[in-house]
């Protein structure tokens, strides 16, 4: 049984910086894509940042120079490093995991299957 569980989310001021992890069971990191999502109230929850199992990484444009993800295959967790924190990118903010994800769609959610439950990352100004 796979289980995703987030953790890191808080409360910080902009320009700040905040690093979240993902430690997973049942599913074998070294043969997963990965990333994090976020979603706000109202809204469909977007891709942030993901990774395939070469390491190679993708960014939405929101966050690129501000945000890097990475994952360590032995401890089976994935980070994402958020720096320059802005208002908005306050937001819960979710890992997930599948086997195969095509490249030309590794910020769309239909393509994982295995979510986490979220861990909540709020930005002051």
């Known amino acids: 049984q796979v289980h995703l569980v987030e953790s890191g989310g808080g409360s910080v001021q902009a320009g700040g910086s905040l690093r979240l992890s993902c430690a997973a069971s049942g599913v074998p990191w070294r043969r997963n894509y990965l990333a994090w999502f976020r979603q706000v109230p109202g809204k469909e929850r977007g891709g942030a940042a993901a990774i395939d199992i070469r390491g190679y990484t993708t960014y939405a444009d929101s966050v690129k120079g501000r945000f890097t993800i990475s994952k360590d295959i032995d401890k089976n967790t994935l980070y994402l490093q958020m720096n320059s924190l802005k208002p908005q990118d306050t937001a819960m903010y979710y890992c997930?995991?599948?086997?195969?994800?095509?490249?030309?769609?590794?910020?769309?959610?239909?393509?994982?299957?295995?979510w986490g439950q979220g861990t909540q990352v709020t930005v002051s100004s």
């Open positions: 997930a995991a599948d086997s195969w994800v095509d490249a030309d769609s590794a910020l769309e959610t239909y393509d994982y299957e295995h």
